[in-house]
């Protein structure tokens, strides 16, 4: 099952909804995550922390929302997914 942590979008945030130590608990539990280039870096952790915790890093948010089966955000998402059923 592959999780998905996109970058937020909403101004000021400064949170990310999983820090490299979350993505490493995530892969021992046999989850396959990806992380969004840069979803890290207003929380100081930056895309080379997030691989070797073991997350791959994709360019866009599509990428996330297209490939995840669980997106893990801070806040709600700004648009709508094919996949979003609210």
Same mark, same amino acid.
Request: no cysteine.
């Given at each position: 099952?592959?999780?998905?942590?996109?970058?937020?979008?909403?101004?000021?945030? *400064?949170? $990310? !909804?999983?820090?490299?130590?979350?993505? @490493?608990?995530?892969?021992?539990?046999?989850?396959?995550?990806?992380?969004?280039?840069?979803?890290?870096?207003?929380?100081?952790?930056?895309?080379?922390?997030?691989?070797?915790?073991?997350? *791959?890093? $994709? !360019?866009?948010?599509?990428?996330?929302? @297209?490939?995840?089966?669980?997106?893990?955000?801070?806040?709600?998402?700004?648009?709508?997914?094919?996949?979003?059923?609210?």
């Amino acid at each position: 099952m592959k999780v998905g942590i996109p970058l937020e979008l909403f101004p000021n945030e *400064s949170r $990310v !909804a999983a820090t490299p130590k979350t993505v @490493e608990r995530l892969i021992k539990q046999g989850f396959e995550v990806v992380v969004q280039s840069n979803a890290g870096n207003r929380s100081h952790f930056q895309d080379s922390d997030y691989q070797k915790a073991g997350a *791959s890093i $994709v !360019a866009n948010n599509s990428d996330i929302y @297209e490939s995840s089966d669980i997106v893990l955000k801070v806040r709600e998402p700004k648009t709508r997914s094919k996949n979003y059923l609210g």
